[in-house]
């Protein structure tokens, strides 16, 4: 069966400081993968889509990034963390179609 | 523009008593249409979905969900709330089966009472 990973769960970062968070999915191959952003209080924000290594869409300028170097892996990063960037961030994938199955989650905190 | 509205922010309900939780669309054409629960620290797990067919689909944990074309609506429901099911529910819509993303709604927060 498939399963989805982030790591770390939680995360306490200085302002200014870089980011990287990790999502690794088994089970399948070809994965389309997305990170979201969930703030205190409020919904998902979309912030990056990939269907396949190499290709990433941004919804969201900001000063985060995603890459995708391997087939079933997708990372979040940024050089310089903002205290805007608090969040929980969430990794879903989905195998081709359109229902999404999301991770556990990484709860960063900038401070 | 598309969007999903989920009109109650919150929701108190006491153990036991039934449940409905509303979920209106904008879209000009039938989406894909999901409930999706999160639990405080933890991913969102998919309850239910609707794609075509029977308008009242059925789900895990006892839910079920009623598509109706004419209020462009898929509310949720459950005839007897468990203190389990507090939550966060999320209300999301796909408008092609091979579109990149959802688009989800701010969610309801459930609180369940002893």
């Known amino acids: 069966s498939q399963t989805i990973h982030q790591w770390p769960a939680t995360l306490v970062q200085p302002v200014g400081s870089p980011l990287s968070l990790e999502c690794t999915v088994e089970g399948t191959s070809n994965p389309n993968l997305y990170w979201y952003r969930q703030a205190a209080g409020r919904g998902l924000q979309l912030l990056f889509y990939?269907?396949?290594?190499?290709?990433i869409s941004s919804e969201v300028p900001q000063n985060l990034s995603a890459s995708r170097p391997q087939d079933r892996q997708f990372i979040l990063s940024s050089k310089k963390l903002l205290l805007s960037d608090s969040g929980f961030y969430l990794c879903?994938?989905?195998?081709?179609?359109?229902?999404?199955?999301f991770g556990p989650g990484t709860r960063l905190t900038v401070t | 523009a598309q969007s999903v509205t989920q009109p109650d922010i919150h929701i108190t309900v006491s153990e036991g008593a039934s449940l409905e939780l509303r979920c209106n669309y904008s879209?000009?054409?039938?989406?894909?249409l999901f409930w999706y629960v999160q639990s405080p620290g933890q991913g969102l797990q998919l309850l239910l979905k609707?794609?075509?067919?029977?308008?009242l689909v059925q789900g895990i944990k006892g839910f079920e969900a009623e598509f109706k074309r004419s209020q462009s609506s898929f509310n949720l429901r459950k005839p007897s709330v468990h203190w389990s099911d507090a939550a966060e529910y999320f209300c999301a819509v796909g408008l092609s089966y091979n579109t990149d993303k959802l688009i989800f709604g701010t969610g309801t927060r459930l609180q369940v009472f002893p």
């Open positions: 609707y794609f075509s067919g029977d308008t």
């Open positions: 990939s269907v396949g290594i190499g290709q």
């Open positions: 879209y000009g054409a039938t989406p894909y």
């Open positions: 879903a994938w989905t195998p081709g179609g359109i229902e999404q199955y």
